[in-house]
C-alpha cells in the first residue's frame, strides 16, 4: 500500500492502517475489494498487537510488585478503608486503655506534709553545716483570701479554670511527648493539674507520673468543688523565701495576712509561682526583675480581659516591691549564704539534666530531704571570716559615720586545680543582709577586667595599630585622657588621678592600672575578641556591647565569677567553674555532678604571660605595700590585680598562689534604699580623700586569709615574658606608642583637663578623626614613682591607684 492509498484509507475507516506485518509469512490474498480497499487480516493484526502489549505490560508490572490492577504493593497496603479502620481501632484502644486506667487509679492520700523533710548540709570533712527543713506553712481557708486576690492566681495559671474539666489535653500531650523525647517540660498545666501534682504525687518527670496525674485530676474537679481546689492550690504551692503557701509569702513579702493583700500585691505571689527565686526583688538582678515585672502585668491584664477588674483601676496600679526577707532559724552567720549557693547550684544542676523549670527544680530541692556535703573547708572558711573581721569589719562604726553602715564586703575562694569553693564571705550576717555579696554581679569590676584584655591579646596574637606584637614589653603611650586610634567611636579615658605616664610598657601599665594604655589595647585586639575571651573565661558578657569604655570594667560582675576567671589563669588557660556542691544525694538517689574543669579556653602560654605580668602588680605596683611587703608572707609568688570603679563605688582585690585564688569585693550600698553610693569615707582612716581603693581593705583582707592558709610556693610557667621572669625597671623596646610621645617620660605625671574624671559608659557614636599612629624613637625608662603613686601609708597603698 502506498502513502496515498494509506491515507484514503485512514480517512475512510477513521484510524490510522495497521502498518505491514514484520513476519516471515506470506501475504494474505486480496480481499473482494480489490487491491485498493483495506485488508480483512488488518483488524486481527492490529487487535493482537494490543493484546500483546497489555500482556507484556501485566508481567512487567508483575516483576514490579504490582497487582494485575497496576497498583503498587503499598499502594494496595494502604487505602482509605484500611487506614480509617486502623485509625478507628487505634482511637478504640486508646479509649479503653484510659478506661482501664480512670478504673485502676484512684485519688490517693495527700503527701506533701510527708515528703517535706530537713535538708542536711555539711562541711566537706563530714561535719554538719546546718538542718534546714521546718516547714513555714500555714493553711488558710479561701474565704479568708479576697476574692480579686483568688483571681490572680486563675488570671497567672489558668484563665480557663472554672470552666474546664481540670485538665488540658493539649498541654498533657505535649508534657508526654516532650517527656518520651527527653525534651524536659514546658507550660500547660491546669490549676486543678499543679495541685495534684503538689499534693497527690511528686515532682517526677514520667510519663507514668504524667498519666496519673491526667486521671486523677479528671476525679479530683468531678469530686471536689472549684473553690476546695483553688484553696489547695494556693495553700500548698511555694513562693520561694521558703514560703509554703499564701498566708506564710503574705507574711514573707508584705508583712501581712492572706486576708489583707491587695490586688497588686496578690498579682507579685501569683506571678512568683513560676520561678520563685529569680522572681524575688530582694535578691533579682536587673532580668529577673523586669520578668517578674512583665509577669504581674500579664496577670492584671488578664483580670481585665477576663471582666475581674476594672481597666481603670488596672492602669492606676504600681507595682508593689516586696518588703526584704527575714532570715530563717538556723541560717546565723554565714551558713545562710552557704546553703542558699549550695541550693542554687543543685537546681541548675536538676534543671539541665532533666530540662525541668525553676520552679520545679525549687520543689524539687528545698525542704525535700537532702544530704548536701559541700566543698567548704571549715578552717579555711573561719580563716576567711577572721580576716574579713580584723582587717575591715571592725574598723568600722555606724554611729560615728553614716558611710560605714554602708560598706559590704564579699569574697570568693577557690582551688584551681579542682573548681571547689573552699571557703566564702557572703555578708555581715545572713539575718542582717539577705543579699550574697559574694555571688551580686551588680558592681563593676573595674581595673580587675584588665587581664581580661592583655589575655585576649596574646591568645588572639594581636598587634598594635602599627603592626607591631602585643606582649608585657609592648611600648603604649600612657598619656590620660589620650583618644584611642583605631576604633568609630570616641573614647578618651583619664588615668586615676588623671596622670600622664608617657611611653610605658604593657608590664608598668598592668602594675600602674593604666586606662589610657588598656583602652588602646582593647581596640587593638577587638572588643568583640576582648568579650568573647571574658566569657569563655568565666564572665557573663550576654547583651554587652562591644564598645571601648567596657576595658575599664564598667560592666557587672560577682566575686565568684572574678575567683573563677583568675582561677582559669592559674591553671594554664583550662577552664575552672568554681563549685560550692562536692555531692547531693537522697534516698535511692543521688546526682551527677559536673567536672569544674572543662577544656581549654586560651592557651596556656597566653595564660601564663599574664600571670606572669600580674606578679609585677604585687612586687612593683598597687598590691605592694599591703601584699608584697606584708609581714605575714612566707615566700608565696603571688599575682593579683586591684580595682577600683568609678566613683569608689566598688573596690576589689583578686589574686592568687599557686594553690588557692581569692576575690575580695567591698560594696558601696545604702544600708536604707539599698542603691550604690561611694565608699569614699568609710573608716574614718584614710588620710587626704579617704577614698578605698583595691590596694588597701581588699587587698589586705586578701593577705591576712591567704597568707594564714598557703605555704611557700612557685608558679610553674610557661613563658620567658613578665615580671615573674624579667625585670619591670628596665622595659625592651619592641613597638612603638599609638602617638608620639616626649623622649622622657616625665618624673611627675603632668594633670590633663580636658577629658572627664568620670568616662560615660556609653560612649558618643561619633567616630574619632585622628590620624594614624606615628614611630617614634625609643623612649627613657619610664618613671616608677609618678604623682599619685605608691607610698608607704599602710592604710593606703598605691595613694589612690587602683
Not at 2 to 16: P, S, T
Not at 170 to 190: D, F
Not at 260 to 265: A, G, K, R, S, Y
Request: proline share 6%; charged share 20%.
Amino acid at each position: 500500500m502506498g502513502r496515498a492509498e494509506e491515507r484514503r484509507a485512514r480517512q475512510r475507516g477513521g484510524h490510522r492502517a495497521a502498518p505491514p506485518a514484520r513476519s516471515s509469512a506470506p501475504a494474505a490474498p486480496p480481499g473482494p475489494s480489490g487491491p485498493s480497499g483495506p485488508s480483512e487480516a488488518e483488524p486481527t493484526v492490529i487487535g493482537g498487537r494490543a493484546a500483546a502489549r497489555r500482556a507484556a505490560k501485566g508481567k512487567s508490572d508483575r516483576g514490579k510488585g504490582k497487582g494485575k490492577d497496576g497498583r503498587s504493593l503499598i499502594r494496595r497496603m494502604f487505602t482509605w478503608k484500611k487506614m480509617l479502620g486502623a485509625f478507628f481501632t487505634v482511637c478504640l484502644l486508646g479509649i479503653g486503655g484510659f478506661v482501664a486506667l480512670y478504673m485502676m487509679v484512684s485519688v490517693p492520700e495527700g503527701n506533701a506534709a510527708a515528703q517535706t523533710q530537713s535538708n542536711v548540709y555539711k562541711y566537706s570533712d563530714g561535719t554538719v553545716l546546718a538542718r534546714k527543713g521546718t516547714v513555714n506553712r500555714e493553711i488558710v481557708d479561701l474565704s479568708k483570701v479576697p476574692k480579686a486576690v483568688q483571681h490572680t492566681f486563675v488570671a497567672a495559671e489558668n484563665k480557663t479554670f472554672y470552666s474546664d474539666a481540670g485538665i488540658d489535653l493539649r498541654g498533657m500531650t505535649r508534657g508526654l511527648y516532650n517527656t518520651v523525647m527527653g525534651r524536659g517540660t514546658q507550660g500547660g498545666s491546669t490549676i486543678t493539674q499543679q495541685y495534684v501534682k503538689n499534693y497527690y504525687l511528686s515532682q517526677d518527670q514520667t510519663v507514668t507520673r504524667k498519666l496519673k496525674e491526667l486521671v486523677i485530676s479528671l476525679k479530683v474537679d468531678r469530686e471536689r468543688s472549684k473553690d476546695d481546689i483553688l484553696a489547695g492550690y494556693i495553700n500548698t504551692s511555694y513562693y520561694g523565701r521558703g514560703a509554703y503557701g499564701i498566708q506564710a509569702a503574705a507574711q514573707a513579702y508584705y508583712r501581712v495576712d492572706a486576708q489583707d493583700l491587695t490586688v497588686e500585691q496578690g498579682a507579685y505571689l501569683a506571678a512568683l509561682l513560676q520561678a520563685p527565686s529569680q522572681y524575688d526583688w530582694a535578691v533579682a538582678g536587673p532580668v529577673g526583675k523586669k520578668l517578674v515585672q512583665e509577669r504581674w502585668n500579664y496577670v492584671l491584664n488578664n483580670m481585665v480581659g477576663q471582666g475581674w477588674l476594672d481597666k481603670s483601676k488596672r492602669d492606676a496600679m504600681k507595682f508593689p516591691v516586696p518588703k526584704g526577707p527575714k532570715g530563717a532559724p538556723g541560717l546565723e552567720g554565714q551558713k545562710g549564704y552557704l546553703v542558699e549557693l549550695a541550693n542554687s547550684q543543685l537546681e541548675k544542676q536538676l534543671m539541665k539534666s532533666q530540662g525541668i523549670s525553676q520552679s520545679e527544680a525549687e520543689a524539687q530541692v528545698v525542704d525535700q530531704g537532702w544530704t548536701i556535703t559541700l566543698n567548704i573547708d571549715r578552717k579555711k572558711q573561719a580563716k576567711l571570716e577572721a580576716a574579713v573581721k580584723s582587717q575591715l569589719t571592725s574598723k568600722l562604726n555606724g554611729k560615728k559615720r553614716t558611710v560605714d553602715k554602708n560598706v559590704q564586703a564579699g569574697a570568693v575562694s577557690v582551688d584551681p586545680k579542682t573548681g571547689k569553693i573552699v571557703a566564702l564571705y557572703g555578708g555581715v550576717s545572713y539575718y542582717q543582709h539577705y543579699t550574697d555579696n559574694a555571688t551580686r554581679a551588680d558592681y563593676q569590676p573595674a581595673s580587675t577586667f584588665k587581664p581580661i584584655i592583655l589575655a585576649a591579646a596574646l591568645d588572639q596574637n594581636a598587634k598594635t595599630q602599627n603592626g607591631k606584637p602585643i606582649n608585657a614589653n609592648t611600648i603604649y603611650d600612657g598619656t590620660s585622657g589620650r583618644p584611642v586610634k583605631g576604633s568609630d567611636i570616641a573614647f578618651a579615658p583619664p588615668n586615676e588621678d588623671d596622670a600622664d605616664y608617657g611611653n610605658i610598657t604593657v608590664q608598668t601599665a598592668m602594675n600602674k592600672s593604666v586606662n589610657s594604655v588598656f583602652a588602646q589595647m582593647g581596640v587593638d585586639v577587638g572588643m568583640k575578641n576582648v568579650l568573647r575571651a571574658a566569657d569563655d573565661l568565666g564572665l557573663d558578657t550576654t547583651g554587652l556591647p562591644a564598645v571601648p569604655a567596657q576595658t575599664l570594667g564598667t560592666m557587672g560582675a560577682s566575686p565568684l565569677e572574678m575567683a573563677g576567671v583568675y582561677a582559669t589563669l592559674d591553671n594554664h588557660g583550662q577552664k575552672v567553674t568554681p563549685t560550692v556542691l562536692a555531692s547531693a544525694e537522697k534516698t535511692g538517689r543521688k546526682v551527677d555532678l559536673p567536672d569544674p574543669i572543662g577544656e581549654q579556653v586560651i592557651n596556656s602560654s597566653a595564660a601564663d604571660q599574664v600571670t606572669s605580668v600580674l606578679t609585677g602588680v604585687v612586687d612593683d605596683g598597687t598590691a605592694k605595700v599591703s601584699v608584697a611587703q606584708n609581714p605575714l608572707r612566707k615566700g608565696q609568688q603571688v599575682a593579683g590585680k586591684t580595682g577600683t570603679s568609678d566613683n569608689n563605688k566598688s573596690a576589689w582585690f583578686t589574686g592568687y598562689t599557686p594553690d588557692l585564688v581569692t576575690s575580695v569585693g567591698l560594696f558601696g550600698e545604702d544600708y536604707k534604699k539599698h542603691s550604690q553610693v561611694s565608699l569614699t569615707g568609710a573608716t574614718g582612716l584614710i588620710p587626704g580623700t579617704g577614698r578605698i581603693n583595691g590596694g588597701g581593705y581588699p587587698a589586705q583582707i586578701w593577705a591576712a586569709y591567704t597568707f594564714g592558709v598557703t605555704k611557700k610556693a612557685k608558679f610553674e610557667l610557661n613563658t620567658d615574658l613578665g615580671a615573674a621572669v624579667q625585670p619591670t625597671e628596665t622595659p625592651s623596646y619592641s613597638s612603638t606608642p599609638s602617638e608620639t610621645p616626649s623622649e622622657t617620660p616625665s618624673q611627675t605625671p603632668s594633670k590633663s583637663v580636658t577629658p572627664s574624671l568620670t568616662p560615660s559608659q556609653t560612649p558618643s557614636q561619633s567616630p574619632t578623626t585622628s590620624s594614624p599612629p606615628t614611630t617614634s624613637a625609643p623612649p627613657s625608662t619610664p618613671s616608677t614613682s609618678p604623682t599619685g603613686g605608691i607610698t608607704d601609708n599602710p592604710l593606703d597603698p598605691g595613694n589612690g591607684q587602683q
